[in-house]
């Protein structure tokens, strides 16, 4: 049983910054790309930032620049620093790991359940 436990959506200003955290709990063998996915309402859900355990790093092109996704391999945790945040970043994050949860196992995409992000004009 795996699960991903994000904390520190809210509310806050254009301009502002959060920082939203996430960690893998459970039987883990191996977790390869970590990050994060938001949904919008009337929208799809979109990437936006992930990390490999190796620490390569790809963004949105709307975030680039403004957030920045880290994370700790020793302890499972992936977080995103969002800065200069815009009205339109307003959405459901969704945290996300690729992980095996044994040796043998094959890969698999597990999903935390959201936290909400707002960003008032």
């Known amino acids: 049983q795996v699960q991903l436990v994000e904390s520190g959506g809210g509310l806050v200003q254009a301009e502002e910054s959060l920082r939203l955290s996430c960690a893998a709990a459970?039987?883990?063998?191996?977790?390869?790309?970590m990050g994060w996915y938001r949904q919008a309402p009337g929208k799809q859900r979109e990437l936006v930032a992930d990390i490999t355990s190796g620490g390569s790093t790809n963004y949105a092109e709307s975030v680039k620049g403004r957030f920045t996704i880290s994370r700790d391999n020793a302890k499972n945790t992936v977080s995103i620093q969002m800065n200069s945040l815009k009205p339109e970043d307003t959405a459901v994050y969704y945290c996300?790991?690729?992980?095996?949860?044994?040796?043998?196992?094959?890969?698999?995409?597990?999903w935390g359940q959201g936290t909400q992000v707002t960003v008032s004009s």
């Open positions: 459970g039987t883990i063998a191996s977790i390869d790309a």
């Open positions: 996300h790991a690729d992980l095996r949860t044994g040796r043998w196992m094959r890969t698999q995409t597990y």
